[in-house]
């Protein structure tokens, strides 16, 4: 029983963690699935559902909430779709051409491109960030493909 509640502990952990970086929750997963294969007795499915539920604890306030403040039920971030565009768009690629990754780029040089599309640096949450983060992520991928 001790050995679950500490697992439990990990779960929330990691899930605090996800919250911090949405890749942690995959991270989670695996953790999971390797403690359901890897105790004393293989195939023991509660230490990876406690660590689940630890998870769970911690990350459903925040999809509820997203549901609530967005209209979509969201487990972690709002604007990944934008975060993808930071990364991915034609100044940012310009900028690595001309002067390399050493030098820093700012996020400022990525306004002409969102006023272009009528779109802006997302500072709060409504009911149009779900359409805003699409748009977001589609600027995103079609400068990959245009690189």
Request: proline content about 5%.
């Amino acid at each position: 029983m001790r050995h679950l509640r500490f697992l439990v502990f990990w779960g929330a952990a990691f899930g605090v963690a996800a919250l911090c970086r949405p890749a942690f929750l995959a991270w989670g997963c695996l953790i999971a699935a390797g403690l359901v294969y890897s105790g004393p007795k293989r195939r023991d499915w509660r230490s990876g559902l406690a660590f689940l539920i630890g998870c769970a604890v911690v990350v459903t306030p925040w999809a509820i909430r997203n549901g609530v403040q967005v209209g979509k039920v969201t487990p972690l971030t709002t604007h990944g779709g934008y975060t993808l565009l930071l990364a991915n768009n034609s100044s940012y690629y310009s900028h690595l051409r001309k002067f390399g990754w050493r030098n820093v780029w700012y996020a400022d040089e990525l306004e002409p491109l969102l006023q272009e599309h009528n779109l802006q640096v997302p500072t709060e949450c409504s009911p149009f960030e779900v359409e805003h983060d699409r748009k977001c992520k589609q600027l995103a991928l079609d400068a990959i493909m245009a690189e």
